[in-house]
């Protein structure tokens, strides 16, 4: 019997979160091809007590048989070397509730570190409230994880006001256009000037993911209206590529919501090929409207992501160099540098970077 490799499959079992396996999970912990080769690991591993059979469990219904349901042997104290860990998390962790319940500890330390190291370290952020997704990038460099990751839902849910402390907001569905001036107002000035020669324009800004538009929704207003130097009227939540849609495209959105008022179109989305994608068919699905990219928000993106282990791109997007060349023309040589070097890397940054704190700063009134 092959000794070192057989202590390999006893340390997997010893981790394995369960107590019990059946016998077709074992087979996964065991990856060997031949049964009878599968069936001697097994029977050494139930002879060194790592495995107990469940015997009521019946047989398998191979030959020779085994088992179909196994306890594992864990040792009681194979959890105390975790106890000083423990004893040393924030106080606004459930510290408590992992000292009774060590092997919860071992299953939530991958969400829990980076909760732990943040309360320590970075407690000052969290006077600023965020959205989730803004938050979620902030702690764990993954803008969706508050929302949708049961694991992490699981640690929640244990860490009793933890959701509190970490003081982010929900974003619920909000409507397509949200009006910062009074585009009425604007339209009456433009009817009464029609014949002068009025060049009154309403700039709008166009925004890939939800959070972001939510966020800008709540700090923008008709006095505080300049976004990095630029006056915006309106935000518009793209919805992906929705915006650039061929069918209801945004030509005939303008033609039906602006009517007689001249609009500007500002694009902020991700920094990555889906959100480069997004833009150049926008712009070529819409070739009578003057849209632009909000060049001073992709800069602060990679300003802030200097330094940060930025996440995986997501898989199967497409890539096409003449969209990237396209977009990165209208950057100086510094930045199409950086934005090669993170799309190349199989990286992105994505709007969350930029959160409620950062769009608070870049936020000016009209006479700033």
Do not use: C
Request: hydrophobic share 35%; net charge neutral.
């Amino acid at each position: 019997m092959d000794l070192q490799r057989n202590e390999q499959f006893a340390k997997k079992l010893l981790e394995y979160e369960k107590i019990r396996i059946t016998e077709k999970e074992l087979r996964k912990i065991i990856p060997v091809s031949d049964y009878e080769d599968y069936y001697n690991i097994v029977t050494e591993l139930v002879k060194s007590n790592i495995i107990i059979p469940v015997k009521k469990s019946g047989s398998n219904g191979m030959y020779p048989p085994l088992y179909k349901r196994y306890s594992i042997a864990k040792p009681e104290n194979q959890y105390d070397e975790l106890i000083p860990e423990i004893r040393l998390l924030h106080y606004k962790l459930n510290i408590e509730g992992y000292l009774a319940n060590p092997e919860k500890y071992q299953k939530h330390k991958p969400w829990l570190l980076p909760i732990d190291d943040f309360l320590k370290h970075n407690s000052h952020k969290l006077k600023i409230p965020l959205s989730i997704n803004e938050r979620s990038f902030q702690i764990f460099r993954r803008e969706k994880a508050l929302r949708e990751d049961k694991e992490l839902a699981a640690v929640l849910s244990f860490n009793p006001g933890l959701i509190d402390a970490l003081n982010y907001y929900l974003t619920p569905e909000p409507f397509f256009t949200y009006n910062i001036a009074d585009i009425n107002i604007m339209e009456s000035i433009n009817d009464n000037n029609r014949d002068k020669g009025s060049t009154d324009e309403w700039n709008v800004l166009i925004i890939e993911n939800k959070d972001t538009w939510y966020t800008l929704k709540n700090i923008m207003s008709p006095k505080r209206n300049r976004l990095a130097g630029v006056r915006i009227d309106s935000l518009i939540y793209g919805e992906g590529k929705k915006i650039a849609r061929k069918a209801d495209s945004l030509t005939e959105f303008d033609k039906s919501f602006f009517r007689n008022v001249k609009a500007n179109y500002y694009y902020f989305g991700d920094l990555d090929y889906e959100g480069i994608g997004i833009l150049y068919d926008l712009v070529n699905v819409n070739p009578k409207l003057k849209i632009e990219l909000m060049r001073p928000l992709y800069i602060a993106m990679l300003k802030t992501a200097q330094g940060v282990d930025l996440p995986v791109a997501k898989e199967k997007q497409i890539k096409k160099a003449e969209e990237v060349d396209w977009f990165i023309s209208f950057f100086e040589p510094r930045y199409q540098s950086l934005i090669m070097g993170i799309l190349e890397m199989g990286r992105y940054i994505p709007q969350e970077i930029l959160n409620n704190g950062d769009f608070s700063e870049l936020v000016f009134s009209k006479g700033g």
